[in-house]
């Protein structure tokens, strides 16, 4: 029996060895077993929840990449912005919502759900379409409640003539009422789901959208991008418009999940990220080599450089490029200086070009920031 079982080898092997190990194994189960009055085992289903998984509601037509915006640079991406990480905790509510009632609401318990409704309804002295109707309204508050409702009085009728069919053994029309059932179920599941997103959505998107605007608050100056306005603008629409005019923005116009680094970050940010990187390993080398370096004269001219860039928010991308590397090249070799005790004529000679270079960059910086100060 074992290998007609549809299974991998390697599964085989394990129930075969399982098999014949039977006896022992019983033998030293059993007695927990009983000291621990376990008398039976429930069958354990594992649902994976994944974005690739839920494919209801609104996340219907949706995979990995037009979901989460964190799983840039092998899933750092999300400690770039607030809001990519706002994003992908939003999506991770939604898709573990559709997961969830995908997991409960199945066949099996379709069928208890016939016998809970005539059970109750007989209770409540109504009808079992009444009761149904009843307990949807009192669980569900949304636009889709009708449909919901009928669907369920719909399943609740076909479950019942599935069994009247059973007793009958009429294969090909209990053929025809699976395939209707399975039809109708995927149906329902998908009006759950969609209502419970909405929910979420309701609650959870002005904070993505907040985080966004703040984030981009931060960014601006004059010369950085201005979008951010016209979000808060959105923001402010979408705390004063209807449900389903957050549904239409979130399926149409929502694009935080669909940002890159290198087109939706400014410029000057991302030069500011990597400054914020060497200042970074600036800190690691004094961690190092301890409170002395503070008066080394080459560390010192290192930091200066370091700061002044760092301090400094100028928009020009050459200027800008030309300086961070300078500034890179000049730490790092400022750094074998400090590490070695006799510093090779290359080092050295390399290390004073580079502060050369650095001296004219931070001249030309100075004479291009005067220029728009004229200007203005």
């Not at 621990?36 to 998984?53: C, V």
């Not at 399975?182 to 149906?187: E, F, G, K, M, Y």
């Not at 419970?196 to 993505?208: A, N, Y």
């Not at 970074?280 to 080599?289: G, M, N």
Request: glycine share 6%; charged share 30%.
């Amino acid at each position: 029996m074992i290998f007609d079982l549809k299974v991998s080898q390697n599964v085989k092997d394990i129930l075969v060895k399982f098999n014949h190990n039977f006896k022992e194994i019983d033998t030293f189960l059993y007695p927990y077993e009983y000291l621990a009055n376990l008398e039976g085992k429930n069958q354990i289903e594992l649902i994976r929840i994944s974005p690739e998984d839920a494919n209801l509601g609104f996340g219907k037509g949706k995979g990995l990449d037009d979901k989460l915006a964190g799983d840039q640079f092998r899933a750092f991406g999300g400690f770039f912005k607030k809001s990519w990480r706002s994003n992908d905790l939003l999506w991770g509510r939604l898709d573990g919502l559709n997961r969830l009632i995908e997991a409960l609401v199945t066949e099996e318990s379709v069928k208890h759900f016939k016998d809970f409704v005539e059970r109750e309804s007989i209770n409540q002295k109504v009808t079992e379409e009444k009761y149904i109707e009843l307990l949807v309204k009192e669980c569900i508050q949304g636009k889709h409640n009708q449909e919901i409702i009928e669907a369920l009085i719909e399943l609740f009728k076909l479950v019942k003539d599935i069994d009247a069919e059973k007793q009958k053994n009429n294969v090909k029309k209990l053929k025809e009422l699976q395939e209707f059932l399975d039809s109708l179920l995927n149906r329902l599941l998908n009006k759950l789901v969609e209502e419970g997103q909405r929910e979420i959505i309701s609650t959870d998107l002005i904070q993505v959208i907040g985080d966004d605007i703040d984030e981009r608050k931060q960014w601006s100056d004059k010369n950085a991008d201005s979008m951010w306005t016209a979000t808060e603008l959105a923001e402010e629409s979408l705390t004063q418009t209807t449900s389903d005019y957050k549904d239409d923005y979130f399926r149409n116009l929502y694009r935080v999940c669909q940002e890159q680094l290198g087109k939706d970050v400014p410029l000057p940010v991302r030069y500011r990220w990597l400054s914020k990187s060497i200042l970074i390993f600036r800190d690691i080398l004094v961690s190092w080599q301890g409170e002395t370096i503070n008066k080394n004269p080459i560390y010192v001219l290192c930091d200066i450089g370091v700061s002044i860039y760092h301090r400094l928010k100028p928009s020009n991308r050459v200027l800008n490029l030309s300086l961070l590397v300078m500034v890179g090249l000049f730490l790092f070799f400022g750094g074998q200086l400090l590490l070695v005790d006799k510093a090779k004529f290359f080092a050295i000679a390399i290390f004073i070009i580079i502060l050369v270079i650095l001296v004219l960059l931070l001249l030309k910086l100075i004479a291009y920031l005067f220029s728009l100060i004229l200007s203005d």
